[in-house]
Nanobody, 121 residues
Framework: QLQASGGGLVQAGGTLRLSCSAS????????MGWFRQAPGKEREFVAA????????SHADSVRGRFTVSRVNANNTLSLDMNDLKPEDSAVYYC????????????????WGQGTQVTVSS
């Protein structure tokens, strides 16, 4: 089970931190990722982390502004979002899968509820 939190309303240039807690004995063996979906658009990859030792991947659109990391003995996936832009506004979803890191949403088995991020200009 995945539980996401941390969304909200922020001005352009601001920061937010999203967190996703994974429960269950096998949580630390899961690759985890963040995806987002804006109204009228397809769900898109944001960032992901492999199982330990954690390798990470970021979408080109967020690289250098967003940082994904595993914390709390790998049971929590965080997304630090800096220099937010209005185009970052979307519902952000946490996902997990058995296996390696993937940028493809169809590879993920487990999904959390979305958390809304709204960036005002």
């Amino acid at each position: 089970q995945l539980q996401a939190s941390g969304g909200g309303l922020v001005q352009a240039g601001g920061t937010l931190r999203l967190s996703c807690s994974a429960s269950g004995r096998t949580a630390i063996n899961l690759a985890m990722g963040w995806f987002r979906q804006a109204p009228g658009k397809e769900r898109e990859f944001v960032a992901a982390s492999s199982r330990r030792p954690a390798l990470t991947s970021h979408a080109d659109s967020v690289r250098g502004r967003f940082t994904v990391s595993r914390v709390n003995a790998n049971n929590t996936l965080s997304l630090d979002m800096n220099d937010l832009k209005p185009e970052d506004s979307a519902v952000y979803y946490c996902a997990a899968r058995s296996g390696g890191l993937s940028r493809y949403s169809g590879h993920y088995t487990y999904w959390g509820q979305g958390t809304q991020v709204t960036v005002s200009s």
